[in-house]
């Protein structure tokens, strides 16, 4: 099995674990991360997009400072926007914070339901999930020198033949190269993988 298939099984569960949805950021490095999901109710999502919640929420700042697990009612961080307060009229009235990995590369999940507290077995389990995502998710520390210089070629703005007779390789060789680089950086588009190459100075 593929590592983005097993993504988008463990993902599979952390739905059927946060009944009101759930809110994860992998890895985040240089304040953004290499994947968020988010299946909070999308008025929610909205609301806190457009009130610019991420830089005042409580749950993000527990996460990114410390690791572990805490239930959202009992996080000791101040919230003088009370946006957990406003959290639950969408139906988001219980969660947990799961954090892990290094401060360099720390992922952050938020998990909600609306009727009732996560139970202790249900935290660890929740933590079991966000650990394997990390650790399934982890960005490569290198790319080969062929992919390097494939991501380069396409980077500069030449087209697959172009790029290919510069390289002195076949139009599906670069294909192949891309494909490759892609699958490691996680990136669904050429354009995404050349992004984030360069967020992690790979090229």
Known sequence: M??????DELLGEMGEQAPAGYFLALHIRFAAPIMMFRTYNKAWTDH???SAYALRDPMIAFGVSQT??????????????GIMTE???FGLSYGVCISCGPVTSRTVAGLARD?????DEEIAAATGLVLRLHHQSEPPDHL???EKEALE????GDRYAAGAEKLGISESALKARLST??????ARTTAEAIQRAKDYRLI
Not at 68 to 81: H, Q, Y
């Open 2 to 7: 593929g590592r983005n298939q097993m993504i």
């Open 48 to 50: 806190y997009s457009q």
């Open 68 to 81: 572990g697990a805490t239930r959202w009612s009992a996080i000791p961080i101040p919230d003088p926007f």
């Open 87 to 89: 959290a639950a009229q």
């Open 115 to 119: 009727d009732r507290e996560f139970t």
């Open 144 to 146: 080969t020198r062929a």
């Open 153 to 156: 070629v396409i980077a500069r």
């Open 181 to 186: 680089a892609r699958s490691k950086l996680f």
